[in-house]
């Protein structure tokens, strides 16, 4: 048995377990959703020291299921604690779809990240794309199906392109080991857009503030976790120290913040917030250096920590009050005071307060920045840390929980008029396992965070120099925000449609589609019925041409039979010796 489980790629038990769930039901399933993620991280401990690999040929071709390293053990860590918090945060729900859909998308991540070879990334890489899908569609609405279905296009459109650069590059290089590539090769220009669509690049972003917000309240804690981690995670594995991922980082950090301020789902604004953070990790895998990586290491690691905890909290609201919209909400720190205060732990995480795992994390990608003297990318990340504790430190807690009640929410949950409770058990209990990291990694981060990073590190994070920076620049962006929300110049909270670039191909697009639709059945009738009657012509002649009467059914002469055999066997020769 030791064996088996020492060559069992990582993932698999969850899997397999995720699979088995659908037999399950009642407690008996909820009990055993939390507990296989234990399993799966007890496997991984126990039978998978660093330095494991296990290889395989299969027709001539030598696979790797299980490579682990440095790299993939610091996602390995946090892709099993994220899957036990999100189950047992789901623990509540009784929806079979859910719980075996989350499941084997959790695996499948948790196998992608341990892949020695680009076809088991592209297996798992899809895995994680069909599995997900499931826990937008399971909040059985229309709307959640139609995101889903552009969800879905999206991820399986970013698994095409993987396999098409892994053949590519399998042509150029003879070998399909997933290790350093470069934009070189067709095959690597693919894979980086494969990648790059997952880990929502401008421009190629939407699927992600379509499709999160419009997840089951459950579904929505996977999906933070898992899907855009993946893809940070291959960029490190392929493409660090890749230049032009500097200033697609750099964007991706400043664009969302524009959007965050102004829209009024909350749950959006996350998502929004989700697609700023990924940015500064792109950069620091830009920037090359074993402290930049080490930075996106880390900061992977307690993004997806504190951005799990953030949608719990916002998650809570919706499932009580029946809407996550901000100009509905407000006042309910009175009737949920424990989500509350899990939600402003996430808040100063992701805004980088001193003692809060973000500080410690984010600080080693500024920092590498400095260094090099990349001033412009520097100041944008500069602003893109001021810009998230304005949309995620101030507006979600805010909003949701502190501003005036305007007791909109009762029309969602009006059963829920005279609530006075809080979340459940297990989902407060979720939020506090999530919680507690985020404070003792910022207090703690050369015992709990550093010594997992891929390379070793001397870097101290609480400097006089560095803190005082922060706090006065979150100073200054609170105080920004309490004069413009005092003087009415902060965007109102207001029940509105965002656009996004999204919009050019999903109402222009749908117009156009629709009148070639209309206007290219009219076209393809008249082809039809010029090809029919074209066609029933030829048969006609051919008939009469063929009949008794007709040149080619009629009796030829002997000297006409000699001559066509001539000519015949002329052209042969011509064509044979030409």
């Known amino acids: 048995m030791a064996d088996f489980l020492a060559t069992l790629p990582p993932g698999l038990l969850l899997i397999g377990g995720g699979l088995l769930l659908a037999l399950l039901r009642g407690r008996i399933q909820r009990w055993a959703l939390v507990i296989l993620p234990l399993l799966s991280a007890w496997h991984l401990l126990s039978f998978l020291p660093e330095g494991t690999t296990v290889a395989y040929e299969i027709f001539g071709y030598e696979l790797m299921p299980v490579r682990v390293d440095r790299l993939s053990l610091v996602w390995g860590y946090v892709f099993h604690l994220a899957a036990f918090v999100s189950a047992l945060y789901a623990f509540h729900v009784e929806d079979t779809l859910q719980h075996?859909?989350?499941?084997?998308?959790?695996?499948?991540?948790?196998?992608?990240?341990?892949s020695g070879d680009l076809v088991t990334l592209f297996v798992y890489w899809e895995l994680t794309a069909l599995s997900s899908v499931f826990l937008i569609w399971a909040?059985?609405?229309?709307?959640?199906?139609?995101?889903?279905?552009?969800?879905?296009?999206?991820?399986?459109?970013?698994?095409?392109?993987?396999?098409?650069?892994?053949?590519?590059?399998?042509?150029?290089?003879?070998?399909?080991?997933?290790?350093?590539?470069?934009?070189?090769?067709?095959?690597?220009?693919?894979?980086?857009?494969?990648?790059?669509?997952?880990?929502?690049?401008?421009?190629?972003?939407?699927?992600?503030?379509?499709?999160?917000?419009?997840?089951?309240?459950?579904?929505?804690?996977?999906?933070?976790?898992?899907?855009?981690?993946?893809?940070?995670?291959?960029?490190?594995?392929?493409?660090?120290?890749?230049?032009?991922?500097?200033?697609?980082?750099?964007?991706?950090?400043?664009f969302p913040i524009f959007f965050a301020v102004i829209e009024n789902d909350l749950r959006r604004v996350l998502a929004?917030?989700?697609?700023?953070?990924?940015?500064?990790?792109?950069?620091?895998?830009?920037?090359?250096?074993?402290?930049?990586?080490?930075?996106?290491?880390?900061?992977?690691?307690?993004?997806?920590?504190?951005?799990?905890?953030?949608?719990?909290?916002?998650?809570?609201?919706?499932?009580?009050?029946?809407?996550?919209?901000?100009?509905?909400?407000?006042?309910?720190?009175?009737?949920?005071?424990?989500?509350?205060?899990?939600?402003?732990?996430?808040?100063a995480s992701i805004s980088a307060f001193p003692l809060f795992s973000g500080f410690v994390a984010k600080a080693l990608i500024l920092s590498e920045a400095?260094?090099?003297?990349?001033?412009?990318?520097?100041?944008?990340?500069?602003?893109?840390?001021?810009?998230?504790?304005?949309?995620s430190g101030i507006k979600i807690p805010f909003f949701a929980f502190f501003h005036h009640d305007t007791g909109k929410w009762k029309k969602f949950a009006p059963e829920k008029r005279d609530f006075a409770g809080e979340a459940p058990k297990n989902m407060l209990w979720a939020m506090a396992l999530t919680a507690l990291p985020c404070l003792a990694i910022g207090m703690f981060p050369h015992k709990l965070l550093y010594p997992l990073l891929p390379f070793p590190v001397t870097y101290e994070p609480y400097t006089m120099a560095h803190v005082i920076t922060q706090i006065q620049l979150l100073m200054f962006s609170a105080l920004a925000f309490t004069v413009l929300n005092r003087i009415g110049a902060y965007p109102p909270e207001l029940r509105s449609t965002v656009l996004d670039t999204d919009w050019?191909?999903?109402?222009?697009?749908?117009?156009?589609?629709?009148?070639?639709?209309?206007?290219?059945?009219?076209?393809?009738?008249?082809?039809?019925?010029?090809?029919?009657?074209?066609?029933?012509?030829?048969?006609?002649?051919?008939?009469q041409a063929l009949g008794p009467t007709g040149w080619l059914g009629g009796i030829w002469t002997t000297r006409t039979m000699v001559l066509w055999a001539t000519l015949l066997l002329a052209a042969c020769l011509i064509l044979y010796y030409v």
Not at 188 to 212: E, M, R, S, V
Request: hydrophobic fraction near 50%.
């Open 100 to 114: 075996v859909s989350g499941l084997i998308y959790a695996g499948a991540a948790i196998g992608a990240v341990f």
């Open 139 to 254: 909040r059985r609405r229309e709307r959640a199906h139609h995101a889903g279905m552009r969800y879905l296009v999206a991820q399986v459109g970013s698994g095409v392109l993987l396999l098409a650069g892994a053949l590519y590059h399998f042509g150029d290089s003879g070998s399909l080991a997933f290790g350093a590539l470069n934009l070189d090769t067709l095959g690597g220009l693919l894979i980086f857009l494969a990648f790059g669509i997952k880990a929502a690049f401008p421009l190629l972003h939407n699927w992600l503030q379509d499709a999160y917000p419009e997840a089951t309240v459950t579904g929505t804690v996977f999906l933070s976790a898992f899907t855009t981690k993946l893809a940070i995670y291959a960029l490190a594995r392929g493409f660090a120290g890749t230049e032009i991922l500097i200033p697609i980082g750099a964007a991706m950090t400043a």
């Open 272 to 347: 929004y917030s989700l697609n700023n953070q990924l940015g500064f990790m792109v950069v620091g895998i830009g920037l090359g250096t074993e402290l930049s990586l080490n930075g996106t290491a880390a900061h992977a690691f307690v993004h997806i920590l504190y951005k799990a905890l953030l949608f719990m909290s916002m998650g809570a609201v919706l499932n009580y009050a029946g809407t996550a919209k901000g100009s509905e909400l407000g006042g309910l720190y009175k009737k949920m005071p424990w989500t509350t205060a899990f939600c402003i732990v996430g808040a």
């Open 370 to 391: 400095a260094y090099q003297h990349r001033t412009v990318v520097y100041l944008i990340l500069l602003f893109a840390s001021a810009g998230v504790f304005h949309h």
């Open 504 to 543: 050019f191909y999903r109402k222009p697009g749908r117009a156009l589609a629709e009148w070639l639709h209309r206007h290219g059945a009219t076209v393809d009738r008249a082809l039809r019925s010029a090809f029919v009657g074209g066609l029933h012509r030829l048969l006609e002649r051919s008939g």
